[in-house]
């Protein structure tokens, strides 16, 4: 089983930065891929970003591709999601998810474990 708490959410206005954390319980991180996942108001969630286990395979939407880094830290049990440039359509509740797929993913359905999401609004 593992536990994932995100942080680092808030309001900001367009073209400023922020980085959200999201912490693992438990001894077996490096074993998971991590994601980041976004809804919008009224819109399904959608994959911003992927990671794996070793750090050296990334994923983005192209959304994001140029504005977001993703990264992790094994020793801290930490993924993060750098976010610059933000733009209003940003603005949604971030989920990071755990996937223990050998390969990362842009699909919900392959992800084991999920946070309970942080708030992110971009104000224009």
């Known amino acids: 089983q593992v536990q994932l708490v995100e942080s680092g959410g808030g309001l900001v206005q367009a073209g400023e930065s922020l980085r959200l954390s999201c912490v693992a319980s438990?001894?077996?991180?490096?074993?998971?891929?991590m994601g980041w996942f976004r809804q919008a108001p009224g819109k399904e969630r959608e994959f911003v970003a992927a990671i794996g286990w070793r750090g050296a395979t990334t994923d983005y939407a192209d959304s994001v591709a140029v504005r977001f880094t993703i990264s992790r830290d094994n020793a801290k049990n930490t993924a993060f999601l750098q976010m610059n440039s933000l733009k209003p359509e940003d603005t949604a509740v971030y989920y990071c998810?755990?996937?223990?797929?050998?390969?990362?993913?842009?699909?919900?359905?392959?992800?084991?474990?999920w946070g309970q999401g942080t708030q992110v609004t971009v104000s224009s």
């Open positions: 438990g001894r077996t991180f490096i074993r998971y891929n």
């Open positions: 998810a755990a996937s223990r797929k050998i390969l990362t993913s842009r699909y919900e359905v392959e992800y084991d474990y």
